[in-house]
C-alpha cells in the first residue's frame, strides 16, 4: 500500500515561513491534498490539488509537488497556525500521511 | 450552508454493532461522493469508507472490510456506517467528509466538508 511519510513536528518563529513536507513514491504524479486540524476541532482543507486554495484559506498558505516530494508552506507564521497538518493523496485508495504538528514559537 | 451532522456514536462492549449517521445539507448530496473518516485518540487520520454518488461503488480500508458497511439514502440526505464485530482499536472519533469533484483516477480535490466527528469507544 502507498505510504506517505511526514516530519512529526516543525517549529517556526512568529512571521517567518514554515514548510512541512510530505513524501511518497512519484508523488509528483499525484494529486496532493492539504488539512490543517487545530485541537478539538475537525479537519480544514487548506490546498487542494498541490497548490490550490479553497476560498477562505489566506494567501499565506501554499503549495508544491515535485518528483518524491510535496511540501506545505506557510509564509508569515501566525499564533494561529499552531496545529497538525496532514497530507493526502488517491492510489487506490485515499491515503493520509501521518501528521506533522507545527509550532509557532 | 454546507452542513454534515454526525450521530450515533457511543461506547460499545467489543464484539458489539453501531451505526453511525451523518444528515448533510446545504448542497446537493447526490452529487457528491462522501466518506467516513476515523482518527483513534492521540493519532492521526485514517480513511475508513466511501461511497460513490449514485451508491453502486463502495470501498473500504483492509482492517474494516467484511466488519463495517457504508451506505447512503438520498431521500434523507444521509450517510451511514454500520459497525459490526467491533474491536477496540475501533474506538476513535469518525469523521462525515465530503468528497470534492473527481474524475476517474487522476483527478481529485480531496475533502472539501467535514463534519464535527463523533465518538465510538470499544471497551468492556
Known amino acids: 500500500s502507498y505510504e506517505l511519510t511526514q516530519p512529526l513536528s516543525v517549529s517556526v518563529a512568529l512571521g517567518q515561513t514554515a514548510m512541512i513536507t510530505c513524501g511518497g513514491d512519484?508523488?509528483?504524479?499525484?494529486?496532493v491534498h492539504w488539512y490543517q486540524q487545530r485541537p478539538g476541532q475537525a479537519p480544514v482543507l487548506v490546498i487542494f490539488?498541490?497548490?490550490n486554495r479553497p476560498s477562505g484559506i489566506p494567501d499565506r498558505f501554499s503549495g508544491s509537488n515535485s518528483v518524491n516530494t510535496a511540501t506545505l508552506t506557510i509564509s508569515r507564521a501566525q499564533a494561529g497556525d499552531e496545529a497538525d497538518y496532514y497530507c493526502?493523496?488517491?492510489?487506490?485508495?485515499?491515503?493520509f500521511g501521518g501528521g506533522t504538528k507545527l509550532t509557532v514559537l | 450552508e454546507v452542513q454534515l451532522v454526525e450521530s450515533g456514536g457511543g461506547l460499545v462492549q467489543p464484539g458489539g454493532s453501531l451505526r453511525l449517521s451523518c444528515a448533510a445539507s446545504?448542497?446537493?448530496?447526490?452529487?457528491?461522493?462522501m466518506s467516513w473518516v476515523r482518527q483513534a485518540p492521540g493519532k492521526g487520520l485514517e480513511w475508513v469508507a466511501n461511497?460513490?454518488?449514485?451508491?453502486?461503488?463502495?470501498y473500504y480500508v483492509d482492517s474494516v472490510k467484511g466488519r463495517f458497511s457504508i451506505s447512503r439514502d438520498e431521500a434523507k440526505n444521509s450517510l451511514f456506517l454500520q459497525m459490526n464485530s467491533l474491536r477496540a482499536d475501533d474506538t476513535a472519533v469518525y469523521y462525515c467528509?465530503?468528497?470534492?469533484?473527481?474524475?476517474?483516477?487522476?483527478?481529485?480535490?480531496?475533502?472539501?466538508?467535514w463534519g464535527q466527528g463523533t465518538l465510538v469507544t470499544v471497551s468492556s
Open positions: 512519484n508523488i509528483g504524479g499525484k494529486n
Open positions: 461511497i460513490k454518488r449514485d451508491g453502486s461503488e463502495k
Open positions: 493526502q493523496v488517491w492510489d487506490s485508495s485515499w491515503v
Open positions: 446545504g448542497f446537493t448530496f447526490s452529487s457528491y461522493w
Open positions: 490539488r498541490d497548490n
Open positions: 467528509a465530503r468528497e470534492g469533484p473527481r474524475s476517474g483516477s487522476s483527478y481529485n480535490e480531496g475533502f472539501d466538508y
